[in-house]
């Protein structure tokens, strides 16, 4: 069962922030976030793993909640490069198969 | 340093013809794995490999073939496409250990 991601869409002004959540009906032992920007092939972002750490990629953060069965990515002062499809996917115990989110496409406007 | 490469780029075929998407990476990662997208959806694994010789059945396997005699290869093979089958096709790979998957640019197939 794929993890399910709110909001489907946001739309941001630059320098807005925003807030991308990711939750599981199922343990979660690491979430893996990934960003796909138009026409082009997903880009890994960052991996939290359980123990709700809280890790960073530029101005974009993301927790993890295990208890909870859930993540959240942070858009913190909004960059026009920041416009994509943000998926997140959640690993089984080996780690080998990802399974992802619907995606949360995110438009960054001047 | 040419990565993870995808060929065709863009393929279009007929319903119940055999087709091939080929993917090749140049860093020897141990793993590699074949996804679909949907519009609608997220990537979907079909298969994955562990190593030459070592594959397994991902969350959509069925009507795909895959195989691995080289590290640095994994064909992707549709034995009688279907238009269920009209996708855009990703490989990915990654080190043994590492958790971030570095992913191909694609495959746009169509089945007609």
């Known amino acids: 069962q794929q993890p399910v991601q709110s909001p489907q869409a946001v739309i941001l002004r630059e320098g807005e922030d925003a807030v991308i959540n990711c939750s599981s009906s199922k343990a979660l032992y690491s979430v893996h976030w990934y960003r796909q920007k138009h026409g082009e092939a997903p880009v890994f972002l960052m991996i939290l793993l359980k123990g709700g750490e809280q890790k960073g990629h530029d101005k974009i953060s993301a927790s993890f909640n295990e208890k909870k069965q859930q993540s959240s990515l942070y858009l913190t002062a909004s960059q026009l490069s920041y416009s994509g499809t943000y998926f997140c996917s959640q690993a089984g115990a080996a780690g080998n198969k990802l399974t992802f989110g619907g995606g949360t496409r995110v438009l960054v406007k001047p | 340093d040419a990565g993870i490469t995808q060929s065709p780029r863009y393929k279009i075929t007929e319903t119940g013809r055999q087709v091939t998407l080929m993917c090749h990476q140049t860093w020897s990662h141990s793993y590699m794995f074949w996804y679909r997208q949907d519009l609608g959806h997220g990537l979907r694994l079909i298969y994955y490999s562990a190593a030459a010789d070592i594959t397994d059945k991902g969350e959509v396997p069925d009507g795909y073939v895959v195989s691995r005699s080289k590290t640095e290869n994994f064909p992707l093979t549709l034995e009688s496409a279907t238009r269920s089958q009209t996708s855009v096709y990703f490989c990915?790979?990654?080190?043994?250990?590492?958790?971030?998957?570095?992913f191909g640019p694609g495959t746009r197939l169509t089945v007609t």
């Open positions: 990915a790979s990654r080190l043994a250990g590492d958790a971030e998957q570095y």
